[in-house]
């Protein structure tokens, strides 16, 4: 039986860093097998919306649910544990543990959709398949690793829990335009193999390359939403909220 029941989906959801409301009634979701993008510019309330998604900020309000469940008043750990993965902007790698360590530490116990059937769980080898530039580096402290890298090992350690959704913080910022085709590449092969994500963009061209649909934030509220393919040939939008 097709899944119809959202995969994520939020409403009326509200953040607040100290006495600043940041977040504006936000509502969003996301299918199974379906790519998000959540676009707009800097400043914008991108990075918020997937941390309150995940339990990171002292104080929000709405309903943010996920396979059904209520996420409120969870820790990120446990939401963690769910299997709704999260690749921060800032990376967060473990500097002092080599690659294969930091793989290691994110590792979650397989998982099984509602139905019984399995999940997308993911081994060693099928990350390294899918970031084989990391092979050669298991023994390699994060460290010493350039940005684009450790960009892709986080991406890789979340992997490892065997996330049912990933959420992606600006997978495209500050990292090579070279490396930028290769998180592209990874998206889209992650896409294939029927993962769903959620990411923060503010590149247009990266977004229409990756994902399905997209929500368009301005000043911490949705603004627009319909299809990607639809959104990057609506010029005034674009020109309104995403341009520089």
Known sequence: MTETRPLLSVSGLNAWYGAAHIL???????????VVALMGRNGAGKSTTLKAIM?????TRGD??????PL???????????GLGYVPEDRRVFTDLTVAENLSAGRQPPRAWPDGSPGLN???DDVLALFPALAGMLDRPAGAMSGGEQQMLTVARTLMGNPFLLLLDEPSEGIAPVVVEQMADMILALKARGASILLSEQNIH?????????????????????SMSALAGDE????????V
């Open 24 to 34: 504006h009634d936000i509502g969003l979701s996301v299918a199974r097998g379906e």
């Open 55 to 59: 339990g990171l900020l002292a104080r």
């Open 64 to 69: 943010v649910r996920f396979m059904g469940r």
């Open 72 to 82: 409120h008043g969870l820790q990120p750990y446990q939401i963690a544990r769910l």
């Open 122 to 124: 993911w081994s060693l």
């Open 206 to 226: 990266f977004g229409r390359l990756v994902s399905d649909r997209a929500y368009v934030l301005e000043k911490g509220e949705i603004r627009y939403e319909g």
């Open 236 to 243: 005034s939008v674009r020109r309104a909220y995403l341009a």
